[in-house]
């Protein structure tokens, strides 16, 4: 009866759930509990295995074919149990170089010793029941799913562990200590909501929302814009392309930071651009925008344009570029003035573009720090701080760890408003096309 | 009365000429073939003559009026392009109309024309539906259908069928054919493709180099080639050719080794002195099997080497004197492989081109 | 003796359309683009003519008159002796600190990264795709969300604030564009070759090194370009991985300008910036159509 519901998925999926255990133990979801209960499963897993041997009836080492296999898994085995031995004291005695790297060792210690006993258990199921004539339902599940692909699967650990250790457990390590009163150090001391409460009823933070919002909707908007108008400007087969385009574009090679300090310096009242004015006869001529509250951010603004304006610019050519020219001839030929092919058949044309062009923005916009730490260092007094500040001066000045926390997650939040439903009207075109 | 003229026309992108010193004229009514192996400058003269390329000189005259300098909406063309270049975001009726909601036709007028239009290429079906919910025949007809309600006296093609597959292709020539015998009016079509040229063409302009090398009906280009580049260009399989010389002794003959070819029959275009290294070119399907009875006047003895049946009839690759030779027989002949077999053709249907110049003798 | 056809050459239309060199449409289309390229050189020019003013000189005139006196002194002084904190020993800390962060995670990112994309597009295995979905999304997500849980990770390693966690934080970050740059390529790469390698014999290492990798430098190049400009600009990484003598070029930048402490020295701090700028210009300027291929193809296929 348990064939029915492949007992090999079973020991899988065992192994799996030890693992997931053995993350949350490590993680700081702290009780001694699971790091135990992971060894109890994995003596679950095993029991299963010498269970689908006996099913199968398949003892014989010696013609398995695949035991060449099992033995790369033992090797592997054989690895992991030294790794997990640098961690021991009795070891480090007879290596010395060992100690100096006596952290790493520490952090690897329980994920070495999991290796080594699921390398085991791969091993063994590979010798017991690894052969395609078993009896079981379905046969070479297991060895489909460990060796099928396996330097494919190596290779690509690192992006998996990116992936799954950094993009999902860090952020929701985030946010589930944001809802703790963490301040020094990380605590797991739930305490619901009052970290967002506090959040939502600091003005610095209503400021660093409202500048955000100001920022973003002009850089979308003028980024997009100009930088279409450039594109559009630079696709009629202008002469110097190149140098207007080598132009446009240098500012992006050039961090936030150079270009913040560069306009920190072009709007300097003293010596930039208002002191110019005034020696030219406007005495009163007054533009100070990194000094004055109310404009600083179209200061910020201003830099940001001229950094990222180039690289919009540079999707929005390659995007006309990307229009089938016949479509211009048919255009032309249908007597229809340029604008209006710009406008009607050539901007819808490129909706594609348009949309990836919006979400890198977008992306962009929220991530602003660097512009307006060399910039203004968030004044006059709170004028001109935005979110991204907010989180790092909690977490890393102010040492209030989950008030950072809190912030990040709204972050993230407003991301994934942006990000769901381009990703749903993303797949939705790719399934219609 | 000439639909179109072209005068003197050259093209020069930078230091490349593409068209040199053209000179065509088409009748009213015609449908004439720019027929030639890629880069030979017949698109390029395509879209000189529908006003999306600046000329570099001469002059283009469409309806006895002079159009050099006129935008291409003005000329009195409709174009269809190799991709289809429909507007992806409108309808069938978005894309046959906005040309004349563009030029402000009363609705009643684009509407009848659109009908119109849509009947004569039979997709009225179609008419609600986007480009990308069509197939690529479907499109095709949209494309025409396009050129078709600007009501225009000349059409220009731009290789329309190469984006199809081969059956497809077969049918909307045969449409495109109909399409001409019915509005009767000029069009200008553009392939590299000899057949849709030889089935289509009122006259093939065969081009190479920026020129024009033979202005002349289907028929003629094929059996009177102007030179061995159209005689090789023409034709599938293509024309076997022979490399000897004139021999002048009694009577006019084709000596190739030490056999000699009479040429009784033949029209010399210039008198043709003796030992004039030549090429003699004659078709596989000019040759005939004798089976005994030697028919024809020039007659030779091939050994099969290679046999491809091809149904109707079999292409027959052989060895005459140690020299390559193809010929088409009746797909129900038996033929052997190593076989001798003696082979004639009449005089009458081959080419005789000059060795250097490759020119027609 | 002229007949119809040859009044008709000498009359009407002839060769090319005239067109005007000033005709409106180019005034319009040039003027915009030089009016809008003064703008994008105006701080360009204005950071180096800065530079090389004395003090004086930048107190009395305005910032976009040219030097009267040119000095290199500032380049000198925010090379060997500008000031972060206490110490007095300028910039040239920071570029050799920036140099030792770059070049190895550059390298450790574009390898890990070529092969991941190579696994992902050649080598597809159960679940491949939901995991480059994650990685793809994490581009998206900000940072900050998985800034504190990358310090316990390093603080456990015994990495923080020393170079090799930053390295591999850069690795960490840079992966979701690289991997999709090197997987878009690799797919591009007809399959036929792909299989062929593999009917030869070839395996998993085999065909990458002796098949894909050579015919991929041009992708590897944009990956540097891409890399060496990202990482030599980073700013938020540097600040929070690392400590004070290991700070990269641009934070101890910017602890420079916009120190509290002392005179502001506006043409050392414009020397300091082009300083910084200049590794980043230079390799844009040097790559050229590559550092556009390498941020279109990152962007638009996305």
């Known amino acids: 009866m348990l064939t029915k519901v492949h007992p090999e998925r079973l020991f899988i999926g065992s192994i799996m759930l030890a693992f997931a255990l053995l ?345 602003v720090y660097d512009l307006v730490v060399a910039q203004t260092s968030g004044g006059p007094g709170i004028s001109s701080e935005v979110p991204a500040k907010y989180v790092y001066d909690y977490m890393f000045g102010a040492q209030n760890l989950a008030q950072g926390f809190a912030a990040s997650t709204m972050m993230l939040v407003s991301v994934l408003i942006v990000l769901i439903p381009f990703t749903y009207l993303e797949f939705g075109r790719r399934k219609n096309a | 009365m000439n639909s179109i003229e072209i005068k003197n026309l050259s093209l020069n992108f930078g230091d490349v000429k593409v068209l040199k010193d053209l000179n065509l004229t088409i009748e009213k009514g015609e449908f004439l073939v720019l027929l030639g192996a890629s880069g030979c400058g017949k698109s390029t003269l395509l879209n000189c003559i529908a006003g999306l390329l600046d000329v570099t000189d001469g002059q283009i005259f469409i309806n006895e009026q002079n159009v050099t300098w006129l935008e291409p909406a003005q000329r009195g063309i409709g174009m269809v392009f190799q991709s289809y270049a429909l507007y992806p975001q409108m309808t069938v009726e978005g894309n046959l109309s906005f040309s004349l909601k563009n030029a402000k036709l009363a609705k009643d007028e684009i509407n009848r024309r659109v009908k119109n239009a849509s009947e004569i290429l039979q997709i009225e079906d179609l008419l609600k539906r986007k480009p990308a919910a069509l197939s690529g025949g479907q499109r095709q007809r949209v494309a025409i259908g396009r050129a078709l309600v600007r009501d225009v006296d000349v059409f220009l093609f731009d290789e329309p069928l190469s984006n199809l597959d081969a059956k497809l292709r077969t049918e909307l020539r045969v449409e495109i054919k109909r399409l001409h015998q019915k509005l009767n009016n000029t069009m200008i079509y553009v392939t590299h493709d000899q057949i849709e040229a030889m089935t289509l063409a009122n006259r093939i302009a065969i081009m190479r180099d920026g020129l024009v090398l033979q202005l002349d009906d289907p028929k003629n280009i094929y059996n009177f080639p102007i030179n061995k580049y159209v005689a090789e260009f023409i034709g599938s399989p293509g024309m076997n050719f022979l490399q000897g010389k004139i021999n002048n002794k009694d009577n006019v003959s084709f000596q190739i080794d030490d056999t000699l070819f009479e040429l009784d029959g033949y029209n010399f275009q210039t008198i043709v002195e003796d030992k004039r290294p030549v090429w003699l070119g004659v078709r596989p399907e000019n040759i005939v099997v004798n089976d005994g009875n030697k028919s024809m006047p020039v007659n030779f003895d091939v050994v099969v080497e290679v046999i491809e049946p091809m149904g109707a009839d079999t292409l027959v690759w052989s060895h005459f004197n140690g020299h390559e030779f193809r010929f088409t027989v009746d797909g129900n002949k038996v033929i052997n492989i190593g076989e001798k077999i003696n082979l004639g053709f009449d005089p009458l249907h081959i080419s005789i081109f000059d060795f250097e110049s490759e020119d027609r003798l | 003796m002229p007949n119809s056809s040859d009044v008709k050459i000498t009359d009407g239309p002839r ?16 003027g915009t683009l030089i009016f809008v390229a003064i703008y994008y050189l105006v701080p360009l020019y204005v950071m180096i003519v800065t530079s090389l003013k004395g003090m004086p000189e930048i107190r009395l005139g305005n910032i976009f008159s040219p030097p009267i006196e040119v000095t290199f002194e500032p380049w000198v002084k925010a090379w060997a002796q500008a000031c972060t904190g206490l110490n007095c020993d300028g910039l040239s800390r920071g570029f050799w600190n920036s140099v030792k962060i770059t070049i190895p995670s550059v390298f450790v990112s574009i390898v890990i990264a070529s092969i991941n994309g190579y696994a992902l597009a050649n080598w597809r295995f159960k679940g491949a795709n939901l995991f480059f979905t994650i990685l793809i999304f994490g581009a998206f997500i900000p940072y900050q969300i998985m800034i504190y849980p990358l310090v316990i990770l390093l603080r456990d390693l015994g990495l923080y604030t020393k170079l090799p966690g930053l390295i591999l934080i ?133």
């Open chain 3, 170 to 302: 850069h690795t960490i970050f840079g992966m979701p564009i690289l991997t999709l740059l090197f997987r878009n390529y690799f797919t591009t790469i007809p399959e036929e070759l792909f299989k062929a390698a593999r009917v030869d014999g070839a395996g998993f290492w085999g065909i990458y090194f002796r098949v894909m990798m050579p015919m991929s430098l041009p992708i590897f190049a944009v990956a540097i370009v891409l890399q060496v400009t990202g990482i030599w600009n980073d700013f938020l990484f540097g600040v929070i991985y690392t400590k004070p003598e290991n700070y990269p070029m641009t934070v101890q930048l910017n602890n420079i300008v916009n120190s509290v402490q002392g005179v502001k020295e506006y043409n050392v701090n414009m020397a300091a910036t082009l300083l910084t700028g200049l590794v980043p210009l230079a390799i844009y300027f040097i790559s050229g159509k590559l550092f556009v291929r390498g941020i279109a193809a990152g962007a638009v296929k996305g």
């Open chain 1, 23 to 367: 993350i949350m133990a490590t993680v700081g979801i702290k009780p001694q509990l699971l790091q135990s209960l992971q060894f109890l499963i994995l003596f679950v897993s095993l029991l299963l295995v010498i269970w689908i041997g006996i099913k199968a009836g398949k003892f014989d080492i010696i013609t398995n074919r695949l035991r060449n296999r099992a033995v790369g898994w033992l090797i592997a085995a054989t690895f992991s149990t030294a790794l997990w031995s640098f961690a021991h004291k009795s070891t480090q005695l007879v290596f010395p170089a060992l100690k100096e790297f006596r952290k790493i060792w520490n952090t690897f210690e329980p994920f070495a010793l999991f290796a080594t006993v699921v390398f085991i258990l791969f091993a063994l199921i590979l010798f017991i029941v690894g052969s395609r004539d078993s009896k079981l339902e379905r046969p070479g599940f297991i060895e489909r799913s460990l060796v099928h692909n396996l330097s494919s699967k190596i290779a690509a650990l690192p992006m998996v562990l990116t992936a799954v250790g950094v993009f999902v457990i860090a952020t929701l390590w985030t946010v589930y200590h944001s809802f703790t009163n963490s301040r020094m150090l990380p605590k797991s001391e739930f305490i619901g909501l009052a970290q967002y409460e506090r959040l939502w009823n600091s003005d610095r933070w209503y400021m660093s929302i409202e500048n955000l919002a100001i920022y973003g909707a002009c850089s979308l908007i003028f980024s997009l814009v100009i930088g279409f108008m450039l594109a559009a400007l630079l696709d009629q087969k202008t002469r110097f392309e190149n140098t207007f385009r080598t132009i446009f574009l240098y500012p992006f090679a050039l961090s936030f930071i150079v270009t913040g300090l560069v306009w920190q310096w072009i709007l300097n009242p003293d010596y930039g651009v208002q002191k110019i004015v005034r020696s030219l006869g406007f005495d009163s001529f007054v533009f100070n925008p990194l000094y004055n509250m109310d404009i600083v951010i179209y200061g910020i603004l201003a830099a940001g344009l001229w950094q990222g304006t180039g690289f919009i610019m540079c999707l929005m050519l390659a995007g006309l570029r990307g229009i089938d020219q016949e479509i211009w001839k048919a255009a032309r030929i249908d007597g229809i003035p340029m604008w209006k092919t710009y406008i009607q058949i050539v901007i819808p044309m490129m909706r594609p573009v348009f949309i990836t062009t919006l979400v890198i923005i977008a992306a962009g916009i929220i991530k």
């Open chain 3, 15 to 30: 060769g090319p359309k005239p067109r005007k060199m000033l005709s409106r449409r180019n005034i319009i289309l040039y």
